[in-house]
């Protein structure tokens, strides 16, 4: 099976712009879960996905929103960028919401000047 | 409140010996703990994985281990070899439908194997 996809890999935005990344998970994997990982604060939850539904949120302002299509693939987005929103974004996917263990995506390392 | 502790930030180990990762929670609720590997430029890669009912799970060369009164679980690496030189996340899953999909992981470790 082909593994978590993500696109694009590298994003260079303004502050102020808006961002959509796109997340594409394993064939028959149903819950899609988003990451951001930064030197300060490490890997934290943004939110989970399943049956096209958010199914659970982290602790990120509402700048911060996603959304899950019928096929399971989720985009991410992030509205009126500030430069600490630059971080690497991690999609993972996990067969069903229940399933503990994630696969993840290679990720999109986003920089906001 | 950092509820997942990886409180080495880095371990050098000679190739061939056993390579010990430790990881510390504070969180109860927590029922599953799991175990990450990430290159650079990469997405963590998952390892191994244990339920809060057992104490020990075996994988060929990893094995984790449980200890639930202390709140510590560790990743054995047995014999090291210089490719698992990467950042090792711990990662735990709490009870309950409130934390659906969601993952709580540590710092990392940064394992290097020295040939």
């Known amino acids: 099976k082909a593994g978590v996809t993500q696109t694009p890999r590298y994003l260079i935005k303004t502050r102020g712009q808006q961002v959509t990344l796109s997340c594409s998970p394993i064939?028959?994997?149903?819950?899609v879960s988003w990451y951001q990982q930064t030197p300060g604060q490490g890997l934290q939850f943004l939110f989970e996905?399943?049956?096209?539904?958010?199914?659970n949120k982290g602790n990120f302002p509402g700048r911060f929103s996603g959304r899950q299509f019928s096929n399971s693939r989720s985009e991410m987005n992030v509205s009126t960028l500030e430069l600490g929103d630059s971080a690497l974004y991690l999609c993972?996917?996990?067969?069903?919401?229940?399933?503990?263990?994630?696969?993840f995506g290679p990720g999109t390392r986003l920089t906001v000047t | 409140d950092q509820q997942v502790k990886q409180n080495s930030p880095s371990l050098s180990v000679q190739e061939g010996r056993i390579s010990i990762l430790n990881c510390d929670y504070t969180n109860s609720m927590f029922d599953y703990f799991l175990w990450y590997k990430k290159y650079p430029a990469e997405g963590p890669t998952f390892l191994i994985s244990i339920s809060s009912i057992k104490d020990k799970n075996e994988d060929g060369r990893f094995t984790v281990f449980l200890n639930k009164s202390a709140k510590h679980l560790s990743l054995h690496i047995v014999p090291s070899q210089p490719g698992d030189s990467a950042v090792y996340f711990c990662a735990a899953s709490e009870i309950g439908g409130t934390s659906y999909g969601k993952l709580t992981f540590g710092q990392g470790t940064i394992l290097t194997v020295h040939p």
């Open positions: 993972a996917s996990s067969e069903t919401s229940a399933s503990y263990e994630q696969y």
């Open positions: 996905y399943f049956s096209e539904t958010q199914r």
């Open positions: 064939s028959g994997h149903r819950s």
